[in-house]
């Protein structure tokens, strides 16, 4: 019997489950004090409104990063940090275009996550998802990033593009709480699960989200440029990358009928190439571009069909919730 232990203890399988256990500890301390629980309170209803999700601290003068669903049907915001303590918060701004959303606190002694690079992203990597689901404090669950280039409908029925699929299991609760690598960096922001499917989970990239956050922190809002599509990032065929000089490019999947891109003549199918002469590699690209300095300027997307680059002229209006 004692021989049968030793060898299971000695199987390199023990040690690969103790390397990603302690992967998981390690993380889960090293974010412990960053993700909060927010309690979203409306006074003309007297009750909690359907906003009790999680967020998590970006920056050392209170700023928190959530989703828009979890604050938007509030007059007042309370967030609870590990530690204790519980401060009434600001909204600083939000986004439904993205269900993204910044509060704000006042405190000293704040630790902060930071944001990686979600474009480096692999499917297989691990993900791990921190929140409060159910109301509960601090909960830790662990997977995979099992899909990348996602879309999903926001709110407002706009398509969120470049979702993160993972199977790190979500629950409600966990909306707004960090989606992370195994060094403890944000890779995307926890936004919805698909019921009654299993294993479907998703989270708004950490490109868009930090991007979108520091609109919402200098601005209060998101002003963009409207184009009317979704579309993916994909990597493109060895035989193509030097006819185009790029490597991933944007596959349009949906074409607003009554959009400035249908009007230029975008066409599901097509492949995105450039917008304005600068390169649009993935969807996140569009989106930096496409800002409030481009509403109303006529503009040019090069796009690949068929074999054949072609030059669209569009004008992007402002997208309005």
């Known amino acids: 019997m004692q021989e049968q232990h030793r060898s299971l203890l000695s199987h390199p399988d023990t040690t690969l489950l103790d390397a ?51 604050v938007s049907q509030g007059t007042s915001w309370h967030v609870t940090l590990p530690d204790g303590r519980d401060f009434e918060a600001e ?9 993204m959303a910044v509060l704000r606190i006042h ?24 929140g409060n689901p159910y109301g509960f404090q601090y909960s830790v669950t662990a997977g ?17 593009d470049d979702v993160i699929q993972t199977d790190a299991a979500l629950n409600p609760g966990n909306s707004g709480g960090p989606l992370l690598n195994s060094s403890g960096a944000v890779i995307g922001v926890n ?42 990032q994909v990597t493109l065929h060895d035989r ?26 975008l066409q599901q199918g097509d492949l995105i190439l450039r917008y304005d002469e600068r390169p649009v590699k993935g969807i996140e690209d569009l989106h930096r571009f496409l800002d409030e300095s481009t509403i109303g300027k006529p503009g040019q997307l090069e796009i690949f069909r ?16």
């Open 191 to 232: 936004t919805a699960v698909i019921r009654g499917a299993q294993g479907l989970c998703f989270a708004v990239s950490s490109n868009l989200a930090s991007w979108v956050a520091g609109q919402l922190i200098l601005h209060g809002r998101v002003r963009r440029g409207f184009l009317g599509l979704a579309g993916q």
């Open 91 to 99: 909204l600083s701004g939000q986004d439904p275009a993205t269900d």
């Open 107 to 130: 405190s000293e002694g704040l630790h902060t996550l930071r944001f990686a690079d979600s474009s480096a992203l692999q499917v297989g990597q691990m993900a791990i998802a921190v």
């Open 240 to 265: 193509l990358r030097p006819f185009v000089q790029m490597e991933t490019a944007v596959l349009v999947q949906q074409v607003d009928e009554s959009g400035p891109a249908a009007r230029g003549g």
């Open 20 to 70: 990603y256990s302690q992967t998981v500890v390690s993380v889960s301390q090293t974010v412990s004090q960053s993700v909060a629980q927010i309690r979203t309170m409306n006074a003309r209803q007297k009750t909690t409104a359907k906003g009790m999700g999680s967020g998590f601290l970006i920056s050392t003068d209170g700023y928190i990063v959530t989703n828009q669903h979890v």
């Open 144 to 160: 995979v990033v099992s899909a990348l280039g996602r879309t999903l409908k926001s709110s407002t029925g706009r398509m969120i």
């Open 306 to 321: 068929k074999g054949r680059i072609l030059t669209l002229d569009v004008v992007p209006t402002e997208w309005h919730t």
